[in-house]
């Protein structure tokens, strides 16, 4: 059966950032509460819709957000210097307790004003914006491979 759900659950999370377009389209195809039920029947709460929808499809186990958050550790030990490895592990501490939402590119200057307090001084310790940007983007892809 397929549901569509429009109404606004700002605080709700099923594992992929809201603004994306597979999330607009997961939406379209099953409701939230469908997705939780799901999460809930395959022990999946703490992992993403990624897992849950890899589930279904190919019968992989999911991994909760922490295995995700671990195995990416090495890609950013590799990849990154020190001080941009503080900052994204910080955002892998996030995104394990509060979820995919966390990564949003729109969250980026939430999360360097609560790590540096504010965003010059994050640009000044970590490289500029540029590089900011693009560790925040680059290290995800590490997260689903």
Do not use: W
Not at 110 to 115: A, G, Q, S
Request: with cysteine.
């Amino acid at each position: 059966m397929v549901h569509s759900d429009d109404t606004d659950h700002s605080g709700d999370e099923v594992g992929v950032s809201e603004n994306s377009d597979h999330a607009a389209a997961v939406k379209a195809a099953y409701g939230r509460d469908q997705l939780r039920q799901i999460e809930r029947m395959i022990d999946a709460e703490d992992s993403d819709l990624y897992d849950v929808l890899a589930y279904i499809a190919f019968a992989l186990a999911p991994l909760t957000r922490q295995q995700r958050a671990d195995a990416s550790q090495r890609f950013i030990s590799a990849q990154y210097e020190p001080k941009l490895q503080a900052f994204l592990n910080f955002v892998l501490a996030q995104y394990i307790k509060e979820g995919v939402r966390e990564l949003d590119r729109t969250n980026l200057p939430h999360l360097l004003e609560l790590k540096y307090r504010a965003i010059n001084d994050a640009a000044a310790e970590l490289g500029g914006v540029a590089s900011i940007r693009e560790a925040f983007i680059g290290f995800q892809r590490s997260l689903y491979c």
